[in-house]
């Protein structure tokens, strides 16, 4: 039962560490819409192919 | 490569915005190697743009509604409001809504989109935007259809964003944020943050608390997690509970009670007996209960903030900043002022399909002006030098010039707006069920708690306290106080894609209640414009020729009649000889046959036996041989006016029409619809007493999209407006139907009646677990763990239903 006295502050510390990302992720609007960045995954196709072109351009 | 297939479209529909294709139109955009037909170079030109940015996807991701029809993008004007935008770029104006950096490089603005409907025109705008020299960065808000951009002031100007975001077809402008809506913002933030802290907190405890029911726990190590379990929850009594101990605090103060009252002291009393508990190490702790139940409690309040939100975020959208600007005459030059710096006794200038931004006398000779919005008049008004013209009207041709003669507040539009201040104060109110019903309840768990406890102290004191606690919980009323405001939420939801906005969601419950139903005509049961109703064609002569001769003759004219006519055919004829005389119509030459356009009287200085085969044609065309063609020009209903005026009567909706319009031309076209009650000739100030003088037989609704409707949709109990309607008459209304059809009226009817019933059925349930449930506990029967999780569930269950009304029907 000795784990327990690791185990439970380790826990403690994870919930603390993730409450702060969360603080983090609401302060910075990763919670303002929730509709429309499901469906960005779908959508992003073409504009990377432009990204790619473009950056030899900018580099040459 | 994909294919685009969905949506599918016919051949007669156009490809971009699902509308018909007129007749005898040939227009096309290669979409992805094949040709797809377009109903205007409106849609033409945004199909292009946006397969000319590389942006095909977004053809196959929108969305598109019940009737398959994307809920959008008919770009008729967009190419004027091009132009428009350009004043946006006055400094002076920019002051209101661009916040700008301090070396003044970058600046930032928030814009409201018309016509955004799904992700893909999130996306579609995103992309759009960051294609656009000098735009620096963009997030496109789906879900309040608002644009926040931040841009070099160097590189661009704030009207060329707003021009690329009308190239794909949307309407983006500053509006005005309203100030409520700031702190919502504030407090969203705050409630997921709470939500978070509450959520991860519980789950801890929870998985703590499975460890405390093992029985051979030994003593120390039920007090470390008697310790870790107060550690986990002391977060969640400081921070997430802060808005129901200041809601609870603040009901008290003002000596009365609200749902906050019994769920913070439940929490408090079950969180101050643990951590005694803890700290002498004594008794119970409830820990798990505390933080549960606040997680659960702060669910609910967030479902219910976001649909809030969202109802403010959409009416603020509506009301555009909109730069009213004017030419006004200096040393016989023509200078672009603001309205607000007009005086009176200035000469300004309206361009036709312009509305005038003042009262003022008329200079030019002759002028058509349209005060459908003023008065619900349907033609146009013909009016001389000298006349009184008023601001709201629209200028219908040619360039005109006039001497202000009232700004601000002395003008026509600015005393119909105080009239609907006042009638916006005197608005009656449905009562809502839950607020009566929530007061009773929680005064009666709190009595009931009290009488509990008492009686536990003398038969058993040792188990006065958990019970007491238990009874507090399983009656916790969240069940009750999630019933409506979850089932509205649903409502809302459901009608917004629909294509109808609800700003005031309390309507929806008191809908069933409607004793009259009260219409506009203009603009309202019609579509506000001039059309060709019917035709007649000699029968002997190819239609299409008479067509031609018609289009090309009303070319000339400026008569409000002669506008349908200019659409009328493709291309014109070379006439020569050209005649107008003002008030009758007009005659021409063509391949050595003289013709004649024109009102009856004018046909028969001719032919004076001559009858119209068709006997409520307006416009005819003959030659010196006879008749050749006869039309009906008139404002044509709407498609589905009749249809709603039978589903009303059905329902023993008594149906008015209320209008500003002359008595015979309403009787007319209310005799064509089957209502019975028409009151013509009002004006504003009359609507609005007819309409109070209905309320007192019941509760009114109100239809209506004019200036002169305004102070009645803010008067009656319910109100819907179009989009299409005026601005004014869409900040005093209820609802605001998108799609611009009247069958949204139905729809809204429907949804408000499902509405009620789900509100219903939640109270009926939350009542009665609460019946069940509060016998048991009072008796000792019900622990605070189980109470908890009785009570989460019956609230799961109430949110579950009224999930239900956002499913498609």
Redesign the interface.
């Known amino acids: 039962?000795e784990i327990?006295?690791i185990a439970?502050p380790a826990?403690?510390l994870l919930?603390a560490f993730?409450?702060g990302i969360?603080?983090w992720a609401?302060?910075h609007?990763q919670?303002?819409?929730?509709?429309?960045q499901?469906?960005?995954i779908?959508?992003d196709?073409?504009?990377k192919k432009?990204k790619k072109t473009k950056k030899p351009d900018a580099e040459s | 490569m994909q294919s685009i297939t969905r949506p599918q479209t016919q051949e007669s529909q156009c490809f971009h915005c699902h509308q018909p294709i007129p007749r005898g139109l040939n227009l096309t955009v290669t979409i992805q190697d094949s040709e797809q037909p377009m109903c205007c170079y409106g849609c033409q030109s945004v199909a292009q743009t946006i397969i000319d940015q590389g942006l095909f996807h977004y053809y196959k991701f929108r969305e598109v509604d019940a009737d398959g029809i994307p809920q959008a993008l008919v770009p008729d004007q967009l190419q004027a409001l091009n132009e428009q935008v350009k004043a946006y770029d006055d400094p002076d104006i920019q002051r209101e809504f661009v916040r700008t950096s301090n070396d003044s490089s970058t600046a930032e603005v928030t814009l409201a989109v018309e016509g955004m409907t799904c992700a893909a025109c999130a996306w579609l705008i995103e992309r759009q935007l960051n294609a656009t020299q000098g735009v620096e960065h963009v997030v496109v808000n789906a879900s309040t259809d608002r644009v926040h951009v931040k841009w070099d002031a160097n590189q661009c100007q704030l009207s060329d964003i707003l021009a690329a975001i009308h190239a794909v077809g949307y309407r983006a402008l500053p509006f005005q944020q309203a100030d409520l809506e700031q702190s919502f913002e504030k407090k969203r933030r705050s409630y997921i943050l709470r939500l978070g802290v509450a959520g991860l907190a519980s789950m801890q405890t929870m998985m703590v608390a499975f460890g405390l029911y093992y029985d051979d726990i030994d003593d120390m190590h039920r007090l470390y997690f008697w310790w870790v379990s107060l550690l986990f929850t002391a977060p969640v009594i400081v921070y997430s509970c802060q808005p129901f101990f200041a809601n609870a605090i603040r009901a008290l103060r003002a000596r009365t009670v609200n749902m906050d009252v019994p769920v913070s002291l439940a929490m408090a009393l079950a969180f101050v007996a643990s951590f005694y508990a803890t700290i002498f190490d004594t008794g119970e702790i409830y820990y798990e209960c505390v933080s549960m139940f606040a997680f659960l409690l702060l669910s609910g309040r967030y479902l219910e903030l976001l649909a809030k939100h969202r109802a403010i975020a959409n009416a603020a959208n509506l009301m555009k900043l909109i730069p009213a600007i004017a030419e006004r005459e200096e040393d016989g030059q023509w200078h672009k002022v603001m309205v607000k710096y007009l005086q009176a006794g200035d000469s300004i200038r309206v361009k036709p399909g312009e509305p005038l931004p003042v009262d003022g006398r008329l200079q030019t000779a002759t002028a058509w002006c349209d005060e459908s919005l003023l008065t619900g008049e349907s033609r146009p008004v013909a009016k001389r030098a000298g006349d009184q013209l008023y601001a709201g009207s629209v200028n219908q041709h040619s360039p005109i010039t006039l001497t202000v003669t009232g700004t601000h507040q002395d003008t026509l539009l600015s005393s119909i707006v105080s009239l609907q201040d006042t009638a916006m104060e005197q608005k009656p109110r449905f009562a809502r069920f839950a607020d009566v019903v929530g007061r009773y309840f929680v005064f009666a768990t709190l009595l009931i708690a009290a009488v509990t406890f008492t009686s536990w102290m003398f038969l058993d004191p040792a188990d006065a306290f958990w019970i007491t606690l238990s009874v507090l919980v399983a009656t916790c009323p969240c069940a009750l106080a999630l019933a409506a405001p979850t089932a509205m939420s649903g409502a809302i939801n459901r009608l917004n894609r629909g294509g109808i906005l609800i700003k005031n969601a309390t309507i929806l419950e008191g809908l069933g209640r409607i004793k009259t139903l009260c219409v506009d005509k203009t603009g309202t049961l019609t579509q506000g414009r001039f059309s060709i109703i019917d035709a007649w064609y000699h029968p002997d002569q190819d239609s299409d020729h008479l067509k031609q001769i018609a289009h090309s003759i009303e070319n000339y004219s400026e008569h409000p009649l002669a506008r349908p006519f200019q659409q009328l055919a493709e291309q014109a004829v070379q006439l020569s000889e050209v005649d107008n005389l003002p008030g009758q119509g007009l005659s021409a030459t063509y391949a050595d046959t003289e013709f004649r356009i024109g009102s009856l009287a004018y046909i028969r200085q001719w032919h004076p036996e001559l009858t119209s085969p068709l006997p409520k044609a307006n416009v005819l065309l003959c030659d010196r041989n006879g008749l050749l063609a006869a039309f009906q020009v008139d404002d044509e209903l709407r498609p589905d006016a009749l249809a709603m005026i039978n589903w009303f009567k059905q329902r023993r909706i008594h149906v008015v029409m209320l209008t500003g319009d002359d008595q015979r031309r309403a009787q007319l076209l209310a005799s064509e619809l089957g209502i019975e009650d028409v009151r013509a000739g009002l004006k504003p100030a009359d609507k609005l007493n007819a309409v109070k003088a209905l309320q007192q037989d019941g509760p009114v609704m109100m239809v209506g999209d004019g200036i002169n409707d305004a102070p009645v949709l803010a008067q009656a109990d319910a109100s819907l407006t179009f989009a299409s309607g005026t601005e004014l008459a869409q900040a005093g209304s209820d609802g605001v139907i998108l799609n611009g059809r009247l069958n949204a009226l139905q729809k809204v009817f429907d949804v408000g009646a499902l509405t009620k019933r789900v509100i219903r059925q939640n109270f009926i349930w939350a009542l009665g677990y609460n019946a069940v449930v509060l016998p048991m506990a009072v008796t000792g029967h019900v622990g605070p763990l189980w109470a908890m999780l009785g009570m989460s569930a019956s609230s799961l269950i109430v949110v579950t239903n009224s999930l239900r009304l956002m499913r498609k029907s």
């Open positions: 039962m327990l006295h439970v826990a403690i919930v993730a409450i969360f603080w609401v302060r609007g919670f303002d819409d929730l509709e429309r499901g469906m960005n779908l959508l196709e073409e504009p432009a």
